[in-house]
């Protein structure tokens, strides 16, 4: 039976207030509406971006009334799976409600509600879900303006190669203003927050077992949540942090999410501490750790009110996250086990480090040119996307602070990326977190990617052969020439 085409959300226009009042925008949707006809419905609405450098602050919706009446043809093609068509600028909150209204789900993205579609896919932004790839992976077709100004439209099945290129584009390869995705039916799902020593997360078996049990688990890691009163005050005193204190006894908060039909327990045993610990303040981390106790221990929600949240809930962040295949789960329990021994080594020494708080996650690979979850595969033009392996994540991130703070961030995060290298771990950066401070970045990428980097490059010139979409760093990071 074929699988159904969910309603089609459009986003037109954004507004900036300064250039255009509230009544003239009525005029506009007035106007709108008579040159489209009765349906869809055209409607005015307030924007809100999380990222404060966009002061827009309208936008023209135009929503199908019904699902029968936004719902595509099918043109009789037998698809195996549901997907959903939305303009690249809906954020995922809006998608996300969009479904729930029609008992489906998108998982798959990034933590945050607040980021867009376009925006999340251009740059490989994912969850922890080891099913579930980079979110270009769930995307089937897409319609973009080119760089000489074209309407384009490309598909999994007709356009193997300018798929795997769209699946992390960075905006280089034209504006997608329409995009399919995947999408999953809507469950009930239980979700447990369960606390762990890090030295646990040492052994790939641990790992294997908590990622593969279940349908989605992530590790969030605020460290020296182990330092007693008397060791936090020898801190104050000494500016170093006590040998007594050894980050492998942090606690992890692991959050596991099952389907709420499974019948399979939950083994973790739950360290959580009974209360809050009341210890001398020493770092920011402190608090993040009460945050992460704050969470229940145990929910059970509809799957699209499990793993995300409004960007309110984070302060301005300074970031980075070092990807990593990690098809056996060795490399990631390396990645730990090196992060503890470098905090553990520079507290001893130089005291407490920047490092707020680490998100860990465990995804599948995507078949793409350049997802840092992704393994270069060359010209494969085969139709059904390459199988790849599983890849981790280790994002740390710490608030925007004083310059002084910011330097001391920057610092560690270079620290941490080099350690990591030094083990034999060969990362790559997020596109979407702080890529430009990884030591090294134009050889990692060109090393990292391959061929994959050159075939991307070659589609890139097809559709944006003079180089409008593009800005100084991307240009540096690919050595791409200045056209004009
Ligand atoms: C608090 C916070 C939490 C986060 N959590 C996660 C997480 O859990 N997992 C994860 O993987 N990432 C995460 N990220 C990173 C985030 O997913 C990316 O930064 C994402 O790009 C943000 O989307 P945006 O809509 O703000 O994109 P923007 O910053 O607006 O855009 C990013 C780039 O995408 C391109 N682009 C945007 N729209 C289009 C379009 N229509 N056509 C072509 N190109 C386009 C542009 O080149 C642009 O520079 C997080 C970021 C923050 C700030």
């Known amino acids: 039976m074929p699988h159904p085409l969910l309603p089609c959300i ?4 954004l507004f900036n207030p300064d250039i255009a009042t ?27 971006n999380w990222e404060t450098l966009v002061s827009y602050d309208h936008v023209l919706v135009a929503k199908p ?13 037998i698809r195996n799976f549901t997907s959903v068509t939305v303009a690249a600028g809906i954020n995922q909150a809006e998608l996300i409600s969009e479904l729930e209204d029609q008992g489906y789900a998108f998982p798959h993205g990034p933590m945050v509600y607040d980021v867009t579609i376009g925006g999340a896919i251009a740059t490989a932004s994912h969850n922890s879900i080891h099913t579930a790839p980079s979110m270009g992976g769930l995307m089937t077709r897409a319609r973009l303006v080119d760089g000489l100004g074209n309407v384009k439209e490309f598909s999994q099945d007709a356009d193997t190669l300018v798929m795997k290129a769209l699946r992390c584009n960075l905006g280089l390869l034209g504006i997608l203003f329409e995009i399919e995705l995947r999408v999953v039916q809507q469950e009930d799902v239980i979700v447990r927050n369960v606390f762990t020593p890090l030295r646990n997360l040492f052994n790939p078996d641990f790992i294997h077992n908590t990622v593969l049990d279940n349908y989605f688990a992530m590790g969030l890691y605020a460290p020296y949540n182990s330092l007693t009163d008397e060791e936090a005050k020898s801190v104050l005193d000494t500016g170093k942090v006590p ?56 929910t059970k929600v509809p799957l699209t009110r499990s793993m995300h949240f409004p960007a309110s809930y984070f302060p301005s962040l300074m970031m ?25 080594e520079a507290s001893y020494k130089n005291g407490v480090q920047a490092m707020e708080e680490g998100i860990f996650k465990w995804f599948k690979g995507t078949d793409c040119l350049i997802c840092p979850g992704s393994v270069p595969v060359g010209w494969s033009e085969q139709e059904e996307p390459v199988d790849q392996s599983y890849f981790a994540s280790f994002h740390l991130h710490r608030r925007v602070g004083s310059p002084d703070d910011e330097n001391r961030t920057d610092a560690f995060h270079t620290a941490m990326v080099t350690a990591w290298d030094q083990s034999g771990l060969n990362g790559l950066p997020h596109w979407g977190k702080g890529f430009q401070h990884f030591p090294n970045l134009k050889q990692r990428i060109k090393r990292g990617y391959g061929i994959d980097l050159t075939i991307f490059k070659i589609i890139r010139n097809t559709l944006d052969p003079v180089g409008v979409f593009t800005d100084d760093c991307l240009r540096r990071v690919f050595a791409e020439p200045r056209y004009y």
């Open 22 to 48: 509230r009544p003239q925008l009525l005029v506009i949707q007035k106007c709108l509406q008579l040159f489209i006809g009765s349906s869809p419905i055209i409607q005015l609405e307030s924007f809100s």
């Open 320 to 344: 980075i996250e070092y990807i990593v295949e990690d098809s056996s789960f060795a490399a990631g329990a390396t990645a730990l086990r090196v992060l503890s021994s470098v905090l553990n």
């Open 10 to 13: 459009y986003v037109c226009m």
């Open 243 to 298: 040998v007594t204190w050894n980050s492998s006894n942090d606690l992890v908060m692991l959050q596991l999410i099952r389907p709420a039909s499974s019948h399979v327990k939950f083994t973790i045993v739950d360290e959580r501490p009974q209360s809050a610990p009341n210890v001398t303040k020493v770092s920011v981390s402190q608090d993040a750790f009460k945050k992460e106790l704050s969470l229940p221990a145990y």
């Open 65 to 77: 009334r019904s699902a029968e009446e936004g719902t595509e043809a099918l043109d009789g093609s």
